[in-house]
């Protein structure tokens, strides 16, 4: 209910200032209807900006506009359909390596923004006395040189490291910002998740013990997957505990952007190009804030 009020709000404010004349400020006389919307998808964690998005620029609600795009798939996926014409724009995370040959191959290419920041947390069982994890403890660990937590102050435990699928947003993340290579330990087909909530699921229930250690971003977790923190916790990275403060200034270490992306060779006056630059606005960081992302 917080959210739509605020939306509301946020809308009154827009019909005042959404049809500003500049190119990067608004979609001057443009008027976005249910027929001609940009086709838009993108990673799970950018839904309810999607959602957001989507209910200003058409005036409608966000169950509506929520019926209107299309948030699943992986990360890799979306750049995939972006490039096939089966999105004309998506919100999304850094492009996984698979991705970024796919743009490479395409003779037109992409055109993308970053709007926002994230961060790659790590979280335990809420049970688990370790309340942070450093650099080197998370080499460790996905190296398989640390397997028990109590290497690392904690109880007498094995360490179950569970990993994502490669050519998801989180997993992108992980080899970007932590960076094992081919040190990273291969896990059984038991460790390794198909989909955000279901590492979730997996970390906080495994086996009614308290020594699984999984990742994933925090929005998704904080945001819309909040009440897996009933039964889980996030460790602080370095000493630092990730909030969007601590994002937003870089203190926490493991930040990334996240960005809106259209075809290089979208045209100036088309419905996704306008979208774009609107989003890259100063109205639409506005409304990134108001959805509860970090900026910077």
């Given at each position: 209910m917080k959210k739509i009020a605020l939306l509301l709000a946020f809308l009154m404010i827009l019909t005042c200032?959404?049809?500003?004349?500049?190119?990067?400020?608004?979609?001057?006389?443009?008027?976005?209807?249910?027929?001609?919307?940009?086709?838009?998808?993108?990673?799970?964690a950018c839904l309810p900006l999607g959602e957001a998005v989507t209910a200003t620029s058409l005036g409608i609600d966000r169950e509506k506009a929520n019926g209107m795009i299309r948030f699943e798939g992986s990360t890799t996926d979306n750049y995939k359909w972006l490039l096939d014409g089966t999105f004309d724009?998506?919100?999304?995370?850094?492009?996984?390596?698979e991705a970024k040959a796919l743009i490479a191959a395409d003779s037109e290419g992409i055109e993308m923004t970053p709007i926002g920041a994230d961060a790659l947390v790590f979280i335990g069982n809420k049970n688990n006395p370790v309340q942070?994890?450093?650099?080197?403890?998370?080499?460790?660990?996905?190296?398989?040189?640390?397997e028990n937590w109590s290497e690392?102050?904690?109880?007498?435990?094995?360490?179950?490291?569970?990993?994502?699928?490669?050519?998801?947003?989180?997993?992108?993340?992980?080899?970007?910002?932590?960076?094992?290579?081919?040190?990273?330990?291969?896990?059984?087909?038991?460790?390794?998740?198909?989909?955000?909530?279901?590492?979730?699921?997996?970390?906080a229930d495994y086996n009614g013990s308290n020594g699984a250690l999984g990742?994933?971003?925090?929005?998704?977790?904080?945001?819309?997957?909040?009440?897996?923190?009933?039964?889980?916790?996030i460790f602080d990275?370095?000493?630092?505990?990730?909030?969007?403060?601590?994002?937003?200034?870089?203190?926490?270490?493991?930040?990334?952007?996240?960005?809106?992306?259209?075809r290089k060779d979208a045209p100036e006056n088309s419905p996704e190009r306008i979208l774009y630059n609107w989003i890259c606005s100063a109205q639409g960081?506005?409304?990134?804030?108001?959805?509860?992302?970090?900026?910077?």
């Open positions: 200032t959404f049809g500003c004349g500049k190119k990067d400020q608004g979609k001057g006389n443009f008027e976005f209807t249910e027929d001609n919307y940009p086709k838009m998808g993108g990673s799970l724009i998506i919100l999304a995370y850094e492009p996984s390596e942070s994890l450093s650099y080197e403890d998370v080499c460790g660990i996905y190296s398989g040189e640390i690392l102050g904690g109880n007498d435990e094995a360490i179950v490291p569970f990993q994502r699928n490669r050519d998801s947003g989180s997993q992108t993340l992980f080899d970007k910002l932590i960076n094992l290579g081919d040190k990273l330990t291969e896990p059984p087909s038991e460790l390794m998740t198909g989909s955000m909530i279901g590492l979730l699921q997996a970390v990742y994933t971003v925090f929005y998704y977790l904080t945001e819309m997957e909040s009440g897996t923190l009933d039964r889980a916790k990275y370095e000493g630092v505990t990730p909030s969007n403060e601590t994002i937003s200034s870089g203190e926490y270490k493991l930040t990334n952007d996240f960005y809106v992306i259209i960081k506005q409304l990134i804030e108001r959805e509860g992302y970090a900026t910077k």
